[in-house]
């Protein structure tokens, strides 16, 4: 009934394009449609990972900086370019919350614009603890602005590097920019400070599945885990882990795919509410090793031993156990809010929640025609006011696909498509 409701009212909202000709995605479900994403015999037809020109280079960013020894393998900052050995547009690719550059998303992404005839440099999210070692000047992620201002600084790097490194390989016309999720969000904030910038001049930006509040988004899935408790939810994992064991072991034949995993779950009967734990279990492991991060570079105190160097062969496990009763949200009050406040003296908290939303770039999203925003009425991070935000602001602008949960449709045919034409259009 809710999301009867939420479709309804969706419709009634003028301005914004609804997408559902030739949309063939299989869960109205959003829980699973998050969960499971697109079966493959609804994904959009891309290339195989042989059939496409791509590289992984890694940049040393602060070549002076001394990474302690429990991050020996990201002294680095890796990234991905995929390249079209002659002339063609670039496509700069931000992941979303705890992605990385080489994610199934960003993979995906990467290929549907290869066959395109784009080429594309797929960032890892500051979120991330590679991002966080390696490629942030503050080592404190969360602030859009100051994500965006930081993202810039190594599309700009990672660039120049990958023009020496592949050469005439890769030949740039024009620039591009997306990003999904937290990406989308961080997506907005980049193309306004190019505005000012005028560094790459993007032709066009596409907004995908973001967060309108981030401040928001992080309740309802911090919610997913806070509601029941760490106890009740790794109950909860440990009973679907059982369940789907007795079924494996019963099925005829074994496959790794998301089709058979698919499979195992239903007949495993695994409900929403085990879904939501999940999800809300998965954000909370990307948070645990951001803070994780966070922690050691800063040298807090908060989840490890304050100035004790942990080595790389030392077991963190108690520092994990630590920082999984600690959400996105407590980092927010207890770390975001303090240092903007100790910066900032006039800063307070409610516009430091201001500060982290879309609406703070409203005036620009309304007028700037060359962004656009995707994303599903069902998505699980938008709160109730967001999708009324989304459809305002960007008018014909918004594509909003009736359900689809949280990304869990970007790999459908028509989403696909829709994405390859506005990035072809004129306008």
Known sequence: MKRILLVGAMLLLSGASYAAENYDFPFTDPFKATVFGTPAAYKADLPKDDEINREVLSLDIFPEREVPEVFWYQEEFEYSVVYQE????????????????????MKALEKAFFKAGYNVI??????????????SESQLPGDLANDAEEIYGVMQKTLAHAKDELGDKLQVTDFYLTGYSLGGAHSAFISKLDEEKKVFDFKKVFLVNPPVSLYNSVIILDGYVESVGTAAVKQTIDSIFRRLGENVSHADRVE????????????????????????????????TD?????????????ITYKN?????????????????????????????VPIAEEKDPSMDRTQMINRLSLTSL?????????????TNADDIILAS?????????????AKIYPYGGHCGN???????????AFFAAEK
Do not use: C
């Not at 002659?86 to 998303?105: D, E, M, Q």
């Not at 409203?362 to 995707?374: E, H, N, Q, R, T």
């Not at 970007?410 to 390859?420: A, P, S, Y």
């Open 86 to 105: 002659k002339p063609a547009p670039l496509v700069f690719s931000i992941a979303g919350t705890g992605g990385k550059y080489n994610g199934g998303k």
């Open 122 to 135: 797929s960032i890892t999210s500051p979120t991330h603890a590679s991002f966080i070692v390696a490629a």
């Open 256 to 287: 790794l795919t998301p089709d058979f995993i698919y499979k195992m779950f239903v007949a495993a009967g695994v409900n929403d509410a085990e879904l939501a734990q999940l999800i809300g279990l998965a954000f909370r492991l990307s948070s």
């Open 290 to 302: 951001m803070i994780f991060a966070i922690d050691v570079m800063q040298n807090w105190g908060a």
């Open 308 to 336: 004790h160097e942990i080595s790389k062969h030392e077991s963190i496990s108690h520092s994990f156990a630590r920082g999984a009763q600690v959400g996105f949200l407590t980092y927010f009050e207890q770390a975001m």
């Open 362 to 374: 409203a005036g620009y999203l309304m007028s700037a025609d060359k962004i656009s925003v995707v």
């Open 385 to 397: 006011p967001d999708l009324a935000f989304l459809t305002k602001t960007f008018g014909d602008r």
């Open 410 to 420: 970007m790999d459908e045919k028509v989403w696909v498509e829709h994405m390859l």
